[in-house]
């Protein structure tokens, strides 16, 4: 029998203080969750949301209209034992996207309330593309077509360094204090990054802008933690027998974490208390997370789908599997890290394989799998080039680009076809076709791309050897025997 506890409701009609960009499921269960919870302890109403998606669901943000703004959070510590939560610090949602071959409907409105001086902290989550930064250099990419438009139109931007740049240009004119821009996307240095696509963006417009940025805009950097599955039918299903009809509800794991550097010039909610961790560097545990839980979760993703599994849990039920991720996180991700004093990072890939054995929760493994492109530098390549460089091997890591290289095939071992979601998946394709099964030179062609691999990364003796050894082994083979 499930054993359900229910959160006290959520109090309406706060102040807005924060806009968010990307209103997805992860902002809905993790930062408004954070808020909401600051609200219920506190009483202060002054740190409402304006959450706004940029390119997509317009019916996310119109039902949430509907709804009043509120949504259901249930948070599931196993299959028998959930927490729900009613979540009303969402104040307003918009749209900016493309809605019948029209951009920017609700754009002027949210460019106003960015510019309004209650508004003292802008958020995002809008994954690793959405700051069109070049995965391997960092540069802004001014040849994509939509920062080309941005860069074109600045009044009437499409992209979120180009809000965020419009919107500190109308406060630096009319003399409001910039907000802060605290990024909550999974990319080592955050906040860094994001500051690199608004100041190279903002140098295309105007050098005194740009200066401006550099000088007077916080760039927090933030690492955020929870594992949120796309919904489910079967996830609406459960809810409803709990008695909640919410076509905007979102199902998680009760673990949360997210920990923030200390720079809010505008200032802040006081959310320590609500289990915000405020700390001076970020840097550490964002490498931690990013090379130990993210990292796995894409060994996973691409070994799962290739033998036909759909879920995290299904994938770590494997001893196999289960093995290879202990191997990579203790000998291969581990080692790179530079932690606080105090930090068991054996006790904390434990927690994480626990974490994955969550039997409550559906987390796809081609949901995670999207985007590998953008991913793969900060999850693999970054601890694999320090490993190397030591003169140790990764063979969990080359396996995984291996089996992320015959991912993006577009097929499964036995044949089974599925969508690649990748801003590259069509070059990648291509690639596929001109090269077939042929391992060395299809290994070569992709170690090539160095908008995700760094040169002096591909050049390293053996690597290239060591992911031909591994794709052929998969694509000629098994699974399993690549595993062996």
């Not at 807005?16 to 990307?22: A, D, E, K, R």
């Not at 360094?161 to 630096?172: K, N, Q, T, Y």
């Not at 791309?449 to 031909?468: H, T």
Request: aromatic share 6%.
């Amino acid at each position: 029998m499930t054993q359900l506890k229910r959160a006290p409701a959520a109090p309406r009609q706060g102040r807005i203080g924060i806009v968010h960009l990307g209103l997805g499921a992860f902002h809905r269960a993790h930062q408004a969750v954070y808020l909401e919870r600051y609200r219920q302890r506190t009483g202060d109403a002054a740190w409402g949301i304006s959450s706004a998606n940029l390119r997509s669901s317009v019916g996310l943000v119109d039902t949430l209209r509907e709804a009043g703004h509120c949504h259901h959070v249930a948070e599931y510590a196993d299959s028998e034992s959930v927490t729900l939560r009613e979540i009303g610090v969402i104040e307003e949602t918009l749209f900016t996207g493309q809605e019948d071959g029209q951009w920017g409907r609700d754009l002027e409105a949210l460019l106003t309330r960015m510019t309004a001086p209650e508004t003292r902290i802008v958020t995002l989550t809008v994954t690793e593309k959405g700051y069109f930064l070049s995965p391997a250099s960092g540069d802004l990419l001014i040849d994509d077509p939509m920062i080309a438009f941005d860069i074109a139109n600045p009044a009437s931007p499409r992209t979120a360094p180009g809000i965020l740049v419009e919107a500190l240009a109308r406060r630096r004119a009319a003399g409001v204090a910039p907000f802060t821009v605290l990024s909550c996307d999974n990319m080592p240095d955050n906040g860094k990054r994001t500051r690199a696509a608004v100041s190279q963006l903002a140098a295309r417009r105007d050098a005194a802008l740009a200066e401006w940025v550099e000088r007077a805009v916080a760039f927090p950097c933030s690492m955020v933690d929870r594992i949120v599955p796309a919904m489910t039918e079967t996830d609406f299903a459960r809810l409803a027998e709990l008695g909640v009809e919410d076509k905007n509800a979102v199902v998680c794991e009760a673990f949360a974490q997210w920990v923030v550097e200390e720079d809010f010039p505008q200032g802040r909610p006081a959310w320590e208390a609500d289990g915000v961790e405020m700390v001076s560097d970020v840097a550490p545990f964002e490498a931690m997370k990013l090379r130990m839980l993210n990292g796995s979760h894409s060994l996973l993703a691409y070994l799962g789908a290739l033998d036909g599994i759909a879920t995290v849990f299904e994938a770590v039920s494997r001893d196999d599997l289960e093995t290879l991720l202990r191997r990579y996180m203790l000998e291969e991700a581990a080692p790179t890290l530079a932690m606080p004093e105090g930090t068991d990072l054996e006790e904390y890939a434990e927690r994480l394989i626990a974490r994955f054995a969550n039997d409550s929760l559906r987390h796809r493994l081609q949901q995670i799998a999207m985007d590998g492109s953008q991913k793969l530098p900060q999850r693999w390549l970054d601890g694999a080039g320090m490993r190397l460089e030591a003169g140790e091997p990764v063979p969990c890591t080359t396996l995984g680009i291996a089996a992320w290289i015959r991912y993006t095939k577009g097929e499964d071992l036995s044949g089974n076809p599925y969508p690649v979601d990748d801003p590259l998946a069509e070059h990648f394709q291509a690639l596929h076709q001109r090269h077939g099964e042929d391992a060395d030179t299809l290994v070569r062609a992709f170690l090539a791309e160095d908008a995700i691999f760094a040169p002096e990364l591909a050049q390293m003796p053996g690597f290239r050897e060591a992911v031909v050894t591994a794709y052929h082994t998969l694509t000629q083979r098994s699974l399993s025997a690549a595993l062996a």
